[in-house]
């Protein structure tokens, strides 16, 4: 089995440096595709490979390349810009990517910044990520004393300025709008689309934003092709996936492995199961904005597609269980808090709902709820749902809780009626 | 006022920004790595070197988690409680820590050594529960290391 990603990662070591990961086959993809390659030759090559986005949303990423502004009359400076900003709860996979191997990372952005032109590149790096910051800053240097970045990049004449910005908090940064707010030093809210980034982003310039784990998969589709690409993954998916498990099982971890990789495969094999004495009541597929799915979805495979069949979405990939013995309704109040707290404020749904929400989770959990609580909760995730707000911060917060209260209805009800929580009194 | 080294700091970030504003979460960093927080004089002086007024500049350093506009500890404790860690024991380690140095989040200890923060996930779910103290990371936390990873901050 392929794990092109992560082929190069020895954990609780050091990265590999420049002269190591050339010697592995690292920056073949850069000489190649600056020596025999166009712009469009790229863009044709990641289009046909069908590489989709991994920050979450699945979105193609050579159809969000091809709305960046080509040709002699396109603005000379644009912008490509990588969404390091892993902020979702349950998720952990980019830390593992930034850390294990930053020189793949630096390969994929000059693929990514060729392919569009840029002129100018950015990683976006999540706070709390002082390792990842440390190793990327080190890498950086070697690509540029080495001529893989800045003025005319291996005599190709193509340049390509890269630099790091570390956040300072906040999960809304991850928003890729919101993100170039917080790039131009404003406060991180969304901004309204149209115009999309692509044609007006930074600086009101053309910008990419794509996910750590799509840029590095761009070198391995550079060397090996399209339709190799394909070959690797699933029957409806493209590519591997960086898959994780975490909560109450025995291994919690990552694991490349190819796209549409069963539920049960990731938590029962990978993750080695439930710890003793604990039973799976329910798994969130991709971080804290996805829906619950329960273990009749244990034969799922995790894609894009599939995952949404389900009725939730792959997000991150990276797997949250909710064990038998904890509270389901303290874990929805858990991650609505983090929404709440997480909220940005701009748009009122969000910002006066997420609270709302929040406070009424809480009395639930602490005996203090009632009957009609319920029928404001599902009231407010039609409310802060798709269409009513300015980005998908709200409606990813609703989604779990409504799931909830589907498959917890009758641990909804039991706080209600008995007043106090279940699991507290064990 | 800010010191000489600071002023530099910030310029060398200016040179690497298209407009000075877009510099203003690295500068007030700089102002915080020594002085620990970001106090109304400094945050002035920042305004003055970005040419950002200073309520143009608090907009931006209130916005931020990690940009403290109130005096910290020496060290700054960061307790993730989403949702893996918080299924993991963040309530129980919150009490722990909570009962040790008689503090609650928000507050910084007597002694100033400590102040305890609640953090949105810190990307190490499968290390939960996790913390931070300063830049370094612990994880899995359990109540029986809490007072080792403790005592190696003075």
Redesign the interface.
């Given at each position: 089995m392929e794990r092109p990603l992560t082929k190069n990662i020895r954990p609780n070591e050091d990265p590999l440096s420049l002269m190591e990961y050339e010697q592995a086959g690292g920056y073949r993809a850069v000489r190649t595709m600056l020596s025999t390659m166009s712009p469009q030759d790229v863009q044709v090559q990641v289009k046909a490979s069908n590489l989709r986005g991994r920050g979450g949303a699945g979105f193609p990423t050579g159809m969000k390349w091809s709305f960046v502004p080509m040709g002699e009359n396109a603005p000379k400076q644009k912008y490509f810009i990588v969404n390091a900003d892993e902020m979702e709860p349950g998720a952990f996979k980019d830390r593992y990517l930034l850390e294990g191997d930053p020189h793949q990372l630096i390969e994929g952005i000059v693929v990514a910044a060729y392919a569009i032109q840029a002129s100018h590149a950015y990683i976006f790096l999540r706070q709390g990520y002082g390792r990842a910051e440390l190793l990327l800053n080190k890498a950086i240097a070697e690509a540029y004393e080495n001529k893989l970045l800045g003025e005319n990049i291996l005599g190709s004449g193509f340049s390509l300025d890269l630099r790091i910005h570390t956040s300072a908090g906040r999960y809304i940064c991850g928003e890729e709008t919101a993100l170039i707010n917080a790039l131009e030093g404003k406060r991180a809210t969304p901004r309204a689309k149209p115009p999309f980034p692509q044609v007006s982003g930074l600086w009101g310039r053309p910008t990419v934003v794509n996910n750590v784990e799509t840029v590095v998969n761009l070198p391995h589709i550079v060397n090996n092709g399209a339709d190799w690409f394909k070959s690797i993954g699933g029957i409806n998916d493209s590519g591997t996936k960086i898959y994780g498990v975490s909560g109450r099982v025995r291994n919690p971890g990552l694991w490349e492995l190819p796209m549409g990789t069963m539920v049960s495969d990731l938590i029962e094999e990978q993750a080695g199961g439930m710890m003793d004495g604990y039973r799976l009541r329910a798994f969130m597929p991709g971080g804290a904005s996805t829906d619950f799915l329960t273990p009749d979805h244990m034969n799922v495979r995790m894609d894009f597609d599939s995952v949404m069949k389900a009725g939730s979405r792959m997000g991150t990939g990276t797997i949250t269980v909710l064990d038998d013995r904890t509270c389901p309704v303290g874990f929805v109040h858990s991650l609505e808090k983090f929404f709440r707290r997480e909220s940005c404020g701009w748009c009122t749904p969000c910002r006066e709902g997420l609270p709302w929400i929040e406070r009424t989770l809480q009395a639930i959990e602490t005996g203090k709820g009632e009957m009609s609580d319920l029928d404001l909760l599902t009231e407010q995730c039609r409310l802060l749902g798709p269409g009513n707000t300015f980005c998908a911060l709200a409606p990813g917060a609703v989604e779990p809780l409504q799931s909830a209260l589907k498959y917890f209805l009758e641990d909804f009800e039991s706080h209600i009626n008995n007043k106090h929580c279940p699991w507290k009194s064990i | 006022m800010l010191t000489e080294q600071e002023k530099q700091e910030i310029s060398e970030e200016l040179k690497?920004?298209?407009?000075p504003?877009?510099?203003?979460?690295?500068a007030?960093?700089v102002v915080q790595k020594k002085r620990g927080w970001v106090s109304d004089a400094s945050l002035r002086d920042v305004a003055a070197q970005?040419s950002m007024t200073p309520a143009e500049l608090d907009?931006?350093a209130t916005?931020?988690?990690?940009?403290f506009r109130k005096p910290v500890g020496r060290h700054v404790i960061?307790l993730c409680?989403?949702?893996?860690c918080?299924?993991?024991g963040?309530d129980d380690l919150y009490k722990l820590i909570s009962t040790k140095l008689g503090i609650g989040y928000g507050e910084t200890t007597g002694d100033n050594r400590f102040t305890l923060l609640?953090?949105?996930?810190?990307?190490?779910?499968?290390?939960?529960p996790a913390m931070?103290v300063d830049?370094e990371?612990f994880g899995p936390v359990t109540p029986e290391t809490i007072d080792e990873i403790l005592s190696k901050y003075s």
């Open positions: - | 690497h920004c298209e407009r504003e877009a510099a203003a979460i690295e007030l960093r970005l907009a931006v916005f931020y988690s990690f940009i960061a409680d989403s949702m893996v918080w299924s993991l963040h609640p953090a949105s996930c810190l990307g190490a779910c499968d290390r939960a931070m830049d990371l």
